[in-house]
């Protein structure tokens, strides 16, 4: 089975460009999860989505990030305008609910770099 | 704030021995716990999980939790070289489904 796939792999983009991340969770999960990672601030979840909806966005940093879930195979994390801060990995992660403890699966992450 | 901490490491242990990954978590309305392996360069991947107070056991692993201390640990025996890693420790808390992350250890396994 796939699992999660992101792309794309790695992203090198200028100050002030729009960034499009993409995911597609493993087929028949109703969760996604988009996370970033940094050295500083390990791993944190910017939002998640079950069947789609938008349940929790509180830590998508500010109004620059965006996500979408349009369909049960597709996610977007979006960041219009990109900064240099926002140089890190994402990860998109997806998990089902109906299996005991709901863990999470994640894909091989984005390496953004914002110059 | 639901919060899980790591000492963050490094972790040095040398081959063959056991090493000792620790994880304290603040909100006791946690349920699950799940250890993630990440190698560098690459996504967290999961080893082992446990919900109920004491030990689990599969292969090397072993993951401790004790509920009333608010401490999750996991146990490598027979450390490897490539078990060298950074090893994060997750909470999931209800009603939520979404995981609460600590920072991750680091550990080297010396050859």
């Known amino acids: 089975d796939a699992g999660v796939i992101q792309s794309p792999r790695h992203e090198v983009t200028e100050m002030g460009q729009e960034v499009t991340l993409r995911c597609k969770p493993i087929?028949?999960?109703?969760?996604l999860f988009w996370y970033r990672q940094t050295m500083m601030r390990g791993l944190e979840l910017l939002i998640y989505?079950?069947?789609?909806?938008?349940?929790?966005d509180s830590g998508m940093p500010e109004d620059r990030f965006s996500a979408k879930m349009p369909n049960a195979s597709f996610s977007t994390l979006k960041i219009q305008p990109s900064e240099p801060r926002d140089s890190a990995v994402y990860f998109c992660?997806?998990?089902?609910?109906?299996?005991?403890?709901?863990?999470?699966?994640f894909g091989p992450g984005t390496r953004l770099t914002v110059l | 704030q639901k919060e899980v901490e790591q000492n963050s490491g490094p972790l040095s242990v040398p081959e063959g021995a056991i090493a000792s990954l620790n994880c304290t978590y603040s909100?006791?309305?946690?349920?699950?716990f799940f250890w993630y392996r990440q190698y560098s360069g690459k996504s967290p991947e999961l080893i082992m999980f446990?919900?109920?107070?004491g030990d689990k056991e599969d292969g090397r692993f072993t993951a401790q939790l004790n509920k009333a201390s608010q401490y999750v640990s996991l146990l490598i025996r027979d450390s490897q070289p490539s078990d060298s890693a950074t090893y994060l420790c997750?909470?999931?808390?209800?009603?939520?489904?979404?995981?609460?992350f600590g920072t991750g250890t680091s550990l080297t396994v010396i050859p």
């Open positions: 909100d006791r309305g946690s349920q699950s």
């Open positions: 446990i919900y109920s107070n």
């Open positions: 087929s028949g999960h109703d969760y």
């Open positions: 997750a909470a999931r808390t209800p009603p939520g489904n979404q995981f609460y």
């Open positions: 989505f079950n069947n789609n909806v938008p349940i929790d």
């Open positions: 992660a997806s998990s089902l609910e109906s299996r005991p403890l709901n863990e999470q699966f």
